[in-house]
């Protein structure tokens, strides 16, 4: 009980002993906060397993759509698309683009792996570039330039038997 007796105010009556009605509102509001920060904190992270669930699979098959493209040799210049089959990945969608590359002997390959999660559409991007391994390297040396030379750039690659510099004669012995 409180008294107010002495005139100075509220007191304890002594022998009285518990919590004011602002001390237990007070830790009441601390123990909701706390809750409401681990219930959250608790959400984030299904989320986050949610999330990086999704792209571990997506991955995994661009990987495999990949592979499924190296192995086949030489891919032809061709886009495609289509959906995984399986049950385990209902709602992935492929598509894979072959593309030329300034090198006539290298095609680059693109496999986009698209999905939905939640209300927003997400995809992954994997990009390899495969060689014309029939190619043979004489061929691959720039299709008529020099042996040594770097492709598109007119210069030569530096090599002990050739260390001259551009617009220099040889040195005759």
Excluded: C
Excluded at 91 to 101: A, N, S
Excluded at 103 to 110: N, T
Excluded at 120 to 136: H, K
């Amino acid at each position: 009980m409180w008294n107010t007796r002495n005139g100075k105010g509220w007191s304890r009556i002594r022998g009285e002993e518990g919590f004011t009605l602002l001390e237990v509102s007070v830790a009441l509001m601390i123990v909701a906060l706390t809750l409401v920060t681990i219930i959250h904190t608790q959400n984030r992270s299904v989320d986050l397993l949610t999330e990086m669930a999704n792209l571990t699979t997506a991955t995994l098959l661009a990987q495999q759509r990949m592979a499924l493209l190296e192995s086949t040799g030489f891919p032809d210049l061709n886009e495609a698309e289509g959906v995984f089959e399986e049950e385990a990945y209902h709602g992935y969608r492929w598509q894979e683009r072959v593309r030329e590359t300034p090198f006539e002997s290298v095609r680059e390959i693109q496999v986009v792996i698209s999905w939905t999660e939640g209300t927003q559409e997400r995809s992954l991007e994997l990009v390899s570039y495969v060689a014309d391994r029939t190619v043979t390297p004489a061929r691959v040396s720039g299709g008529g330039q020099p042996a040594g030379s770097i492709p598109g750039t007119g210069s030569q690659s530096s090599s002990p038997g050739n260390q001259q510099q551009r617009g220099e004669q040889p040195s005759e012995q």
